[in-house]
């Protein structure tokens, strides 16, 4: 069935460090979701990325679709405290247009 | 998400008991979705629904139920052969007129922590 890797699975850096998480599925997606959870609760959608070779940015995160839709990445220029949390992506199952498939997530912490 | 309410919050089972995991939304949406997450995973998919009174079996279905009798209320009993039942419990929901959800995000409600006495 379809996969979705997600690596790494932590990551600690200093506060202003820069942060990237990569995310690769095993077969092409349609379009790819990253969501972000803070410690203790629940998954907040942050953005979706359609097209190919797409680029988006939310202030210091940049989101990355690449050229074959089969992976992305998230990069968070000099973080701070509140980017503290785990980080998911998520792409439609293969097999059904209602369900998703999650990352197992990056999980990064923020040494202040 | 203030639209999703999930209850309670904490809850405890005891060997050979059936638990009920309540997941109402006021958004109006029409998909509704029950999640677990264990430590270091990511989300695996219980059970949905796309529709009122319809629902399908998810990755990880075995030892759960769930209902759908009105649009707003999707409760997920996890019963007796469930043997590892601890983790966290996400109910969420997206509108889904018709469309895929590969169109729309996800909106998750506060989650259960289920743990075995």
């Known amino acids: 069935g379809q996969q979705v890797m997600q690596i790494p699975q932590y990551q600690h850096v200093q506060e202003g460090e820069d942060f990237t998480t990569y995310c690769n599925s095993s077969t092409t997606l349609s379009n790819i979701q990253w969501y972000k959870q803070r410690p203790g609760g629940h998954p907040v959608f942050l953005i979706q990325l359609v097209k190919s070779g797409e680029v988006k940015k939310q202030k210091r995160l940049t989101f990355q679709f690449g050229e074959a839709k089969k992976n992305s990445s998230l990069h968070i220029t000099a973080t701070q405290t509140t980017d503290v949390g785990t980080y998911f992506c998520?792409?439609?199952?293969?097999?059904?247009?209602?369900?998703?498939?999650f990352g197992k997530g990056t999980l990064l912490t923020v040494n202040p | 998400d203030g639209g999703i309410t999930q209850s309670p919050k904490y809850l405890f089972r005891k060997e050979g008991q059936n638990v009920t995991l309540s997941c109402e939304q006021n958004?109006?949406?029409?998909?509704m979705y029950w999640y677990r997450q264990d430590p270091g995973q990511g989300l695996r998919l219980i059970y949905y629904?796309?529709?009122?009174?319809?629902?399908q079996k998810g990755d990880i279905a075995e030892g759960y139920s769930v209902s759908r009798e009105k649009k707003e209320s999707f409760p997920l009993t996890v019963t007796s052969a469930q043997k590892n039942p601890t983790a966290f419990y996400l109910c969420a929901s997206l509108q889904s007129p018709g469309q895929a959800i590969s169109n729309q995000p996800q909106h998750f409600g506060d989650g259960t922590r289920l743990s075995i006495l």
């Open positions: 958004l109006n949406h029409d998909a």
């Open positions: 998520a792409g439609p199952n293969g097999g059904s247009n209602y369900k998703l498939t």
């Open positions: 629904s796309q529709i009122v009174n319809d629902f």
